[in-house]
């Protein structure tokens, strides 16, 4: 077994303290990774402090983190996509059971036997307990980690694991391009990262916000319009404008407004989960031929589009560097909303 | 102006007499059809009670009927699509703007300024009412009419113009073929036509009805399968499923079942538009990557494609043919649902 040191929270009230545990040694198809970042995702504050007990109930000692990267320094006997040395990525889960359709057709995130994810988890022997990326190392399998090919500073890199892909697959099914009119609905560590890959893909791409003051930051990021979803003047005067909208907002809120915003053939794709579900009239679809749309991250493959997509189009995440003493404090400010855009942990130097 | 013989309803008590109007002279793209079958749709009902008052207020004296086939008698000096004798279909429109981003890409249904209504409307010069297809004659400019190459007869046809296309539509969209698990919700009108297409288009298809009577039916129009919708425990059982769902029911019901009997990536399409909204949570979406799709009618190269696409597979509707005497006894039924599956009025022989 291989000795690790990671952050871990013992109980819902989120205080992080060193955890040494133990790391699988490295099988034929594994790979070790040397952690240097890590993003702190908002489930991670909702997993550690048991937010989401019914759906994926906290298990102690937990090590959060499924936006991960870091340098391969050791490589199974039959790895064949990496080599010691590359740069590899670790998203929001660790294995699958490789046989069903899911996870045959490259949607491993949807298997049907449901995906090992990266922590507060298990491996799929449904027992070894899975711990996160707030830690300076990881043993996967070479099949579940994908290439990063980004040059210079990783800490960017780091989102695009969950932040990057959970926009980008909805973006790229529907088939998002130039001369299209796109939305981000909320401005965050998810909706950030669709404005810079709508706008690569080569939308146009308008914000809506509660936020009055996020506009510069909107335009910083490509958006060419920016409108607040409080002002039903202006949500009036965009109605049937967009082709597709992306909205990313867990709290709660209406997302007729956006239904309407929507032109002949939108579609409205939501990544975020708020508690209190929506009142819809199919009318509202049928008379624009409309189409909602839920997405979850991606898979293996589309991980790796995704990764190349960004790399090629010099699309990171805008990130604010702490060191692990800092996580708690930096969970008080996403909770806030207080983060431009995603806090990633310094592992290298941890 | 050409002098013609249609049934008419003068206020909202549904009870219909002989009108005698007129139809335009022929214009240079206009054709004259003789009607030979009239279609009797469940919107026709709504219209002639009024029941859509907000949506499409009632205009009276009132001919309905959208679902048209008959023959053509005379042509303009321009036209160029169909010559005296063609058997021409006419359905839910007859103009629209012809300039706008829907009308210049063959979604004539979703035009900017709304569609000229085929009956129940008025003409693209917003005066001039139109009178549908319960009338021996229509005259209509050639590009909103659509070839007819079924053989012999023709009353099945009729009713493609609309609940053909409805269902075509959606199916077609969302490539349902070989290979898919397909779902029908409602047996009516609609459903009949969604199985029968289905079905040819290679689908495995299922009927979810709230009628056991209806499963010999089912079998008979092409289902494989056949699930009591009540039947909570068989609802369970469906659940992960099917690749696409048609939601057919206009009257109001819980949509949330058949989300859940999707499986991943699986599409929810409604036809139906239920007076009462339905409660839907996000995370029902997000997590099988699923679709709510609303779609409405079609434009008319698609209606052109799906007429033909119907005189290739051999598809009709089952259709119980009556004489115009009889319309009201037919409506009187067609809410009691006391039809398989579409009653069509012989005007040919009014």
Redesign the interface.
Known sequence: MIETRGFAVHGTDAKFSPFNFERRDVGPNDILIDIEYCGICHSDIHQVKDEWHDMMPANYPMVPGHEIVGRVTKVGVGVTKFKEGDIAGIGCFVDSCREC??CTTG?EH?CFKQAAFTYNGTEMDRETPTYGGYSKHYVIDENYAVKVNAEGDLSGVAPLLCAGITTYSPLKKFNVGPGQKVGVVGLGGLGHMAVKIAKAMGADVTVFSTSPGKEADAQKLGASGFIISRDAEAMTAAAGTFNFII?TVSADHD?NPYIAALG??GVLA?????GS????????????????????IGGIPETQEMLDFCAKHGVTADVELISPDRIEEAYDRTVKSDVRYRFVIDMKNA
């Open positions: 359709p899911s949607n949807y909205d997302v002949i053939g939501f990544v975020g989960m708020p579900p929506n009142t819809i009239h199919q009318a509202s679809l049928i008379m624009g031929n409309k189409v909602l749309a839920g997405s979850l």
